[in-house]
Structure formats: C-alpha cells, structure tokens
C-alpha cells in the first residue's frame, strides 16, 4: 500500500498465489486510497471478477468505518440488481456523470471495453487496479492504462493463462503479468511483490504446490494448519490405477475416484475457529481434463448417491476451493494423449487443481504416464513436474506407489 503510495505515473505488479489473499489485498489498498480521496477503479477479465473486488472492498470499507462510493454499469443488458451494494448507471454517460457528482474518493469497476471507452480517458482515474492480471492480455492492459495515471497488476501467471482465440505473433498471447515475469516462476523483487504465504491450503497440501509452481517459496499460514479431517492425514496423496488403451474416458479412474470420494464423505471436518461437522459431497472437488470423463464421472457419483460433488474441468474450478480435491488424469500413456503430454500435465493446470485443496488432494492416474518419453523440452518440463508430485505424494490406502 505504501509502495502504491508513492507511484508516479507508474506501476505495480502483485503475484498472488492462490489463497494469498489478493483480493483481501485489493479490498484494504481501495478502501486507503478512496479515504484520501483518490478516485480508483478495478478492472478484470469478466464482470464478475469485478464485481467480487468491488463487494471486498465495499465490505472493507464498512469494517473500517470508511465508506467507499462505488458505481459500475451493469453485464450486458441485465436491469440493476436492488441487492448489490453500489451504483449501477446504465450506460458509460450515466456512469461519467456519476463520477462527476462525488466529491472526494471513489471506486469504479468495468471490463476493459468500459474502461478503454473516451468517457473514461478523457478524466483519468488516479489508480486503475487490474484484477487477474495473469490471464488479462498484454494489448488490453494497455488501452485501459490510458484511463489511469497509475497501475496495479495483480495477478497469478502460474495459474490458467488468458483463453486466446486465433493465432497470434510470438508473445503477443501472453498477459500483463506473463510479460513482466518472462520464464520465471516468480516475479523479481525489482519488479514488484510476491505474496508467500497462503490460508487456504493446508502445510501439507502447500509443500507439493509450492515446489511445482514457487520455487518452494509459498509458504501455509499457520492457521491453516488447524484444518482437518478426522482419521485422514492432511496432504496430496497418490492413487496409481493401472489400464491401457484410455485417452478422454477411463472407467477404471472413475471407479478409483468416486470410491475415493465415497471414503471421505461423512468424516469429521474441522476449520479453524468451528465446531468439527461430516464432510458433504460438496465439499469435494473432482477434476478431469476432458469433458467426456467429466461427464461419466458426474453419471457415476449420481448413481452412488453422491451427486453434490462438484466435478468439471480445471478452467471451472479457478478461484474456487473445498476441503477435497481429487483429480482424474483420465490418459493411459502419452501414446494416448490427444493434445499433447504439455496440456495433461500442464503445471499450470496442475497448480489450480491442487491449489484448491484446504486439507486433502489425490492423484489418480496411469503409471505408465511417468514412463513417457518427452518429445520437447516442453514435455520433459511438465513430465519433471507430475513426476516430482507424485514423489512428493504418499501412497492411498490400498495403493502402492508406481
């Protein structure tokens, strides 16, 4: 906040792992900036990014006795929402004459189209804040600038990157944030700040991720350790399930995880400051790379009467998270892999997957996956990284590691 202080037509970059409090970050720097009278806006890559920052900040405001005026025009053409906590004019004109009316500090939220748009540029804001700006592309971020005198890029780029569609010149797909970290796991100190710590996983859910991703740099908040679940040790484990021939569905992975799941479900969990209660189907998390495995696990937790768990692809799950996490890497070998061993084993994908776990994240997976031989530096890379989890990882019951 003090850094952001002193900048001068200028930037700040931000690396947020996940559950390092970002948004929490974003919501205490706007309620600063709007008590001493600075107009701030947030940007992001969906309305519903930020609108999440414009409710933290809202909520931060009203903790600290420091109201903060907030306005943002409405998705698309939904009417006004009576239930939300701040103004919603219903076009860029109504949203400038707004601004026009407020007499000291104010906040403003907008995808890039409302913040690029000339009533925004012609009354630049004093601070524009972009929310996830690992995934918010290098080209937008600099038409919105125009409508800042300062910036704030905060973000993740070891999460998914931005869904480009078309083909693009070299670099011309990578974010904001991808830009300034180049082929890092971690931005340079000189460059801005990395927050190491996180609440949400567990230690021993955080050790494996942390070295995948961060260098061994990211590091659990000791109350996150006080999270549990009774009779299961905390952590990443490993469930190797042998078959052959599977590339987008693999039966014998849905069976291991839905068996796995049916275990969990019922056993005592325990959050810092609450009473222990039984694990609910939606407390867990399933994830697959490919729809069709995503959708025969979903038939099958219907049919073993688990139908609340929460399943889907990693690109679903980003910014969520639950006690449990299983993921299904669905592929037999890399002689099966449809798009290439780099998008199974993506670290990236990988990264969000697991990050989402509080106590407990399982692999279920071919072994003969880790007997691939890469054919790219690309491929060695992400096969170094799944191998090292899964050495990382203990074995589940019943399970002998690979």
């Known amino acids: 906040i003090a850094a952001v202080d002193r900048l001068e037509d200028s930037y700040l970059a931000v690396q947020g792992p996940p559950g390092a409090g970002k948004t929490y970050l974003a919501a205490q720097l706007i309620t600063h900036l709007v008590g001493r009278g600075a107009t701030v806006g947030v940007c992001s890559t969906s309305h519903k990014a930020v609108e999440n920052v414009l409710a933290a900040a809202v909520r931060a405001g009203q903790d600290a006795r420091a109201p903060v005026p907030a306005a943002k025009r409405p998705s698309g053409k939904q009417a006004p929402d009576p239930d939300l906590p701040w103004e919603q004019p219903r076009s860029l004109n109504a949203l400038s004459a707004w601004r026009a009316k407020q007499e000291g500090g104010y906040l403003v939220g907008g995808t890039a189209w409302g913040m690029a748009n000339a009533t925004m540029l012609d009354d630049p804001l004093d601070v524009l804040i972009i929310d996830e700006a690992g995934q918010f592309a290098l080209a937008d971020t600099l038409a919105v600038s125009a409508a800042a005198r300062n910036l704030v890029l905060l973000g993740d780029p070891q999460q998914l990157p931005q869904v480009v569609q078309g083909t693009h010149a070299e670099g011309a797909d990578a974010s904001a944030l991808e830009h300034l970290v180049g082929g890092e796991e971690i931005i340079d100190a000189s460059l801005g700040y990395f927050l190491d710590e996180t609440r949400r996983m567990h230690p021993a859910v955080c050790a494996p991720v942390s070295a995948l991703s961060y260098r061994g740099r990211l590091h659990a908040h000791p109350s996150a350790a006080e999270r549990g679940l009774e009779g299961r ?76 768990v929460r399943v889907g692809t990693v690109d679903r799950f980003q910014g969520q998270e639950a006690p449990v996490v299983i993921c299904s890497m669905t592929v037999s070998s890399a002689l099966e892999v449809p798009r290439g061993l780099d998008f199974v084993l993506s670290r990236n994908r990988l990264n969000v997957a697991l990050s989402r776990a509080q106590v407990l994240a399982a692999l279920v997976y071919s072994p003969d996956l880790l007997t691939a031989a890469p054919r790219s530096v690309a491929e060695l890379r992400v096969l170094a990284g799944f191998a090292g989890l899964c050495h990382r990882a203990r074995p589940w019951w019943g399970h002998a590691a690979p």
């Open 233 to 308: 040790e905390a952590g990443l484990y490993q469930v190797p399930v042998a078959h052959s021939g599977r590339s987008t569905h693999s039966p014998e992975e849905v069976e291991a995880a839905v068996g796995l799941a049916a275990r969990l479900v019922g056993a005592a969990f325990t959050e810092p400051g609450a009473d222990p209660r039984p694990l609910r189907p939606d407390d867990i998390l399933m994830v697959a790379p490919y729809n069709l495995q995503v959708r025969t696990l979903r038939r099958a937790l219907r049919e073993a009467g688990m139908p609340g």
